[in-house]
T-cell receptor
Framework: DAKTTQPTSMDCAEGRAANLPCNHSTISGNEYVYWYRQIHSQGPQYIIHGLKNNETNEMASLIITEDRKSSTLILPHATLRDTAVYYCIVRVAAGTASKLTFGTGTRLQVTL | SAVISQKPSRDICQRGTSLTIQCQVDSQVTMMFWYRQQPGQSLTLIATANQGSEATYESGFVIDKFPISRPNLTFSTLTVSNMSPEDSSIYLC???????????FGEGSRLTVL
């Protein structure tokens, strides 16, 4: 699986958009970009994933650059409950390679 | 989606003893995984629990230390054997429920070894 690079930490004011970047310059053509988050003392939670097109769901938007070497997770209106560690993971979607390899993630602190 | 229940949610154990953690899923799933999260660290995959056969362990993890059972498609156990304080971690069960590859996680079992 391709390696990812994320900032260690970020701050965001409540109500503002949180933009979390991720670099994955060695991504292969069949690898997807996944985002998970882990709120303190809980198990990780799936947020969104994509291959090359931008994706949006009820939680967030995922913007993937045209060369697929980087992506940005956008939380459009961050709340205090979005304070968590966010993990960007690149891997093949299905089959026996469904395991996830977690990096260190970005610790997002949403403040008043 | 899947609802995953882990037992125990937390435990305090003595050095040299063993603890078995249970993972129960509310639906049949193909892929089940066990992760460890040491204090202040990210998650590390221990092994893939295979139904009807031996688990597939990641580098650095061995069956004698972390024996895993998976008797059916909804249940698995992870045993932490001959525990030492370095085994103090959160152990998480995870399952894949669809071909899209998204995983669901249990709330974890927080283990403290004295």
């Amino acid at each position: 699986d391709a390696k990812t690079t994320q900032p260690t930490s970020m701050d965001c004011a409540e109500g503002r958009a949180a933009n979390l970047p991720c670099n994955h310059s060695t991504i292969s053509g069949n690898e997807y970009v996944y985002w998970y988050r882990q709120i303190h003392s809980q198990g990780p939670q799936y947020i969104i994933h994509g291959l090359k097109n931008n994706e949006t769901n009820e939680m967030a938007s995922l913007i993937i650059t045209e060369d697929r070497k980087s992506s940005t997770l956008i939380l459009p209106h961050a709340t205090l409950r979005d304070t968590a560690v966010y993990y960007c993971i690149v891997r093949v979607a299905a089959g026996t390679a469904s395991k996830l390899t977690f990096g260190t993630g970005t610790r997002l602190q949403v403040t008043l | 989606s899947a609802v995953i229940s882990q037992k125990p949610s937390r435990d305090i154990c003595q050095r040299g003893t063993s603890l078995t953690i249970q993972c129960q899923v509310d639906s049949q799933v193909t892929m089940m995984f066990w992760y460890r999260q040491q204090p202040g660290q990210s998650l590390t995959l221990i092994a893939t629990a295979n139904q009807g056969s031996e688990a597939t362990y990641e580098s650095g993890f061995v069956i004698d230390k972390f024996p895993i059972s998976r008797p059916n498609l909804t249940f698995s156990t992870l045993t932490v054997s001959n525990m030492s304080p370095e085994d103090s971690s959160i152990y998480l069960c995870s399952v894949a429920v669809n071909l899209a590859g998204e995983l669901f996680f249990g709330e974890g079992s927080r283990l403290t070894v004295l």
